[in-house]
Structures are given as structure tokens and as C-alpha cells.
């Protein structure tokens, strides 16, 4: 079983920047379509961004002038820059990778990293 590792979370005020990032060791790396989710207290987990192995990206219209997606096939991992935070972001942050190899689907989840969002 494969397990992603993220990190970079943290405490930030309203307006301010973090980067996370998400490691996945052991996987088809460059053939993966990776994921950001984030799940607030008492909220379902939702869909961040995406980005597909071609580099397509995809975002919740909620980030999608604040967050960006990126990866580095070479490191395995993948990158989520955030900007211009609010509070509202706060949330537990996960990644995933997912795919189809050898005919079978696959999709790895890392164990997640906080971000807070408060003065």
C-alpha cells in the first residue's frame, strides 16, 4: 500500500502564503494524475485542484485565482501554492494520486497536513 506524504502546513494569517507538498514514493509518478483536497471541521472533503499527467490543471472556483498546481515528475511530487489565504481555507489538506496501471485504477492518499487560517 502506498502512502503519500504532504507537508508544509502550518498557521498564517488572513492574506498570507504557504506552499504545501506532497511526496509519492513508490508510484508511476509521471503517469499520475495528482490531486489537492481539503476538509474543513464538520464539512465533506472537496477537490482543490488537479493536475493530470499532460499538466492539464484543474480548480475549485473558490482558489482558482489563488491557488496553484504544479509537479515535478523528476521529485515525485507535486506542489500546491497558496495565496491571498482566508479563513475559510482553513482545513485538513490531502493529496492523492490516481491512474490506471496495468489495466487496474489506483488511488493513493496521503495522511493529510493542517492549515489554519487566523489572526
Known amino acids: 500500500q502506498v502512502t503519500l506524504v504532504e507537508s508544509g502546513g502550518g498557521l498564517v494569517e488572513p492574506g498570507g502564503s504557504l506552499r504545501l507538498s506532497c511526496t509519492a514514493p513508490g508510484i508511476n509518478f509521471d503517469i499520475s494524475a495528482m490531486g489537492w483536497h481539503r476538509q474543513a471541521p464538520g464539512k465533506q472533503r472537496e477537490l482543490v485542484a488537479d493536475i493530470f499527467s499532460g499538466g492539464q490543471t484543474e480548480y475549485a472556483d473558490s482558489v482558482k485565482d489563488r491557488f496553484r498546481i504544479s509537479r515535478d515528475n523528476a521529485k515525485n511530487t507535486v506542489y500546491l501554492q497558496m495565496v491571498s489565504l482566508k479563513p475559510e481555507d482553513t482545513a485538513v489538506y490531502y493529496c492523492?494520486?490516481?491512474?490506471?496501471?496495468?489495466?487496474?485504477?489506483?488511488?493513493?492518499w496521503g495522511q493529510g497536513t493542517q492549515v489554519i487560517v487566523s489572526s
Open positions: 492523492n494520486a490516481y491512474g490506471v496501471f496495468g489495466h487496474r485504477p489506483y488511488d493513493y
